[in-house]
């Protein structure tokens, strides 16, 4: 899955509609710019920019915080394993690798 394509799936999953990449070829080094309805507070006609998941570490914990208990408990139980593939700890990851895991469990 690209970036683009991970961004999108977290953001189906938590419940983000009519998402649309407003990005410019070639305008964006890296990233894009989406807009989607949020799953809470939307404005009809006013769609907000997506939450960049995998650059936001603040971003990846409310995703994972909203999940169900049992979800995050397998979070953490895959989240560890991943941690000791690469030989680090949870404070060393970053949010692309949270993202990762969170998907990883979703499409399990």
Request: proline share 4%; with cysteine; net charge negative.
């Amino acid at each position: 899955m690209t970036d683009t394509e991970q961004r999108v799936a977290i953001a189906t999953w938590l419940g983000w509609s009519c998402i649309e990449d407003n990005s410019k070829p070639l305008m964006m080094a890296e990233g894009s710019i989406m807009y989607g309805y949020p799953p809470k507070g939307a404005v009809i006609g006013k769609k907000l920019e997506l939450p960049d998941f995998l650059n936001d570490l603040n971003a990846m914990h409310s995703a994972i915080q909203s999940q169900s208990k049992e979800f995050r408990m397998h979070f953490e139980s895959v989240m560890d394993n991943y941690c000791a593939g690469k030989g680090k700890l949870w404070c060393e990851l970053e949010a692309k690798d949270f993202a990762e895991v969170f998907l990883q469990v979703k499409l399990e």
